[in-house]
């Protein structure tokens, strides 16, 4: 179901899983945005600066490799651009509950695309 509305926008998807990794990339790229995918934090400022563009989502894993987490890496990413974000975790030690922390969606693994859909629609980010 690709959108022309969403042609152009940019969302970074962090995830060290390098089938999830995919697997969201492809799902966003299929409903029409530029994507930038990548395993850790460092490796998407780098996809970013070379982009040379702001994005207009992080969608991002909670627990990341090097002792980082995603709440980490969206704070990083936003103290050079105010982005909408979602955090993405199967990990137990993620904060509790879903809903909104410090401005970005928590979900929970495994997260369908219907769900994943909505959430995107929240942040303003996808077009119904």
């Known amino acids: 179901m690709k959108s022309l509305r969403n042609a152009g926008k940019l969302v970074v998807v962090i995830e060290d899983d390098r089938?999830?990794?995919e697997a969201t990339a492809g799902l966003l790229r299929s409903w029409g945005f530029t994507v930038v995918a990548a395993e850790?934090?460092?490796s998407a400022l780098v996809q970013l600066a070379e982009d040379g563009r702001r994005p207009d989502l992080i969608v991002c894993d909670y627990r990341l490799p090097e002792g980082?987490?995603?709440v980490q890496a969206i704070e990083g990413l936003r103290n050079a651009f105010e982005i909408p974000a979602?955090?993405?975790s199967g990990d137990a030690s993620s904060p509790a509950?879903?809903?909104v922390f410090n401005s970005y969606s928590l979900l929970?693994?495994?997260?369908n695309a219907a769900t994943f859909r909505a959430a995107l629609?929240?942040?303003s980010v996808l077009q119904r």
């Open 86 to 88: 979602l955090l993405i």
């Open 68 to 70: 980082a987490n995603g």
């Open 40 to 42: 850790t934090y460092d």
């Open 19 to 21: 089938l999830v990794l």
């Open 97 to 99: 509950g879903e809903g």
């Open 121 to 123: 629609v929240d942040a």
């Open 108 to 111: 929970h693994k495994p997260v």
